[in-house]
């Protein structure tokens, strides 16, 4: 299988660089192909702006979703961007690692998510109407693969348990997990994290080295994060609001878009 591996560190000789090389040799041990984006050995360009659309007129206003959306039925993107939706469309995983800042993915990750997720690639795709929301959240260009978050934290795992002062770890992660992975139809993976890992020594590397592994391992085999498919029935259209019939009526937050119920059967 192919992978892409996209890796947002300033540090080759950082604890993400070295769990990077973790990954990447155990992925190749089991006979995938990976091809890795590092972003920053890369000088990826982390913000939207102009330059992103080079036909755009000089007077003309920049609308950033109109000008994507143009820009890649065109195929007038530009020349890096267009190398990362082929990296994307050639591989079956797509794995992001990063380390937790400020609780979430480093900067020049999310400027990779704004100008490679492009309109009518990522987003803007599929029929809108009053049966179906376009296809999104389980259905869209990307549906078939899997993807999963590798992460560093420096809090403690208790620290993000769920009544953990840095909130849950699921909570934090929903927004990339949900809302930038499964959006454009990846079965996603319950992310690795790593915590506690500013005082790591010899003697913490080798067991998350180990578990790291393992999933590098269990990569095309492990059951996704059971997240709902919004045309599959559970929600109404146009509010897409989850069925008021369908799990605690009284439930709110994150975890009402995971299908408890699939996951059980499964089990
Ligand atoms: C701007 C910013 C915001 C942050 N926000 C958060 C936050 O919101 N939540 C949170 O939990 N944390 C936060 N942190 C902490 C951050 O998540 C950690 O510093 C980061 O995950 C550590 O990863 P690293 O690759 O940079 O580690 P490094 O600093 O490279 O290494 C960490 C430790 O591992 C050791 N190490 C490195 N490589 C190896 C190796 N091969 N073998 C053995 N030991 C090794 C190092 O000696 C060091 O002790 C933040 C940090 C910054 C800079």
């Given at each position: 299988m192919k992978i892409l591996l996209v890796y947002a560190h300033p540090e080759p000789r950082s604890l993400n660089g070295a769990l990077r090389d973790v990954a990447v040799q155990?992925?190749?041990?089991q006979g995938h192909e990976v091809q890795v984006s590092d972003l920053y050995a890369d000088g990826w360009k982390s913000q939207v702006d102009r330059a992103d659309f080079p036909t755009l007129g000089q007077?003309?206003?920049?609308?950033?979703?109109?000008?994507?959306?143009?820009?890649f039925e065109?195929?007038?993107?530009?020349?890096?961007?267009?190398?990362?939706?082929?990296?994307?469309?050639?591989?079956d995983a797509l794995i992001l690692q990063f380390p937790m800042w400020w609780f979430t993915m480093p900067a020049i990750l999310k400027g990779w998510v704004d100008r490679v997720f492009a309109y009518g690639f990522a987003y803007g795709v599929g029929e809108h109407s009053d049966r179906r929301w376009g296809d999104r959240y389980g259905e869209g260009?990307?549906?078939?693969?899997?993807?999963?978050?590798?992460v560093t934290a420096g809090g403690w795992e208790e620290h993000y348990a769920d009544r953990?002062?840095?909130?849950?770890?699921?909570?934090?992660?929903?927004?990339?997990n949900h809302g930038i992975l499964y959006y454009p139809g990846y079965d996603v993976l319950p992310p690795f994290v790593a915590y506690r890992v500013d005082r790591f020594d010899e003697s913490g590397f080798e067991p998350v080295a180990e578990r790291l592994r393992e999933r590098m391992r269990t990569l095309f085999t492990a059951q996704p994060i059971p997240y709902r498919q919004q045309n599959a029935g559970d929600y109404l259209i146009p509010s897409m609001h989850l069925r008021p019939e369908l799990g605690d009526p009284t439930a709110t937050g994150f975890a009402i878009h995971l299908n408890d119920e699939a996951s059980a059967n499964e089990q």
């Open positions: 155990e992925l190749k041990a007077d003309e206003r920049l609308v950033p979703a109109a000008a994507s959306k143009k820009a065109a195929g007038t993107l530009t020349e890096d961007v267009r190398a990362e939706i082929k990296k994307l469309l050639w591989a260009k990307l549906a078939g693969r899997r993807a999963m978050l590798v953990g002062i840095n909130g849950p770890i699921d909570d934090l992660l929903f927004p990339i």
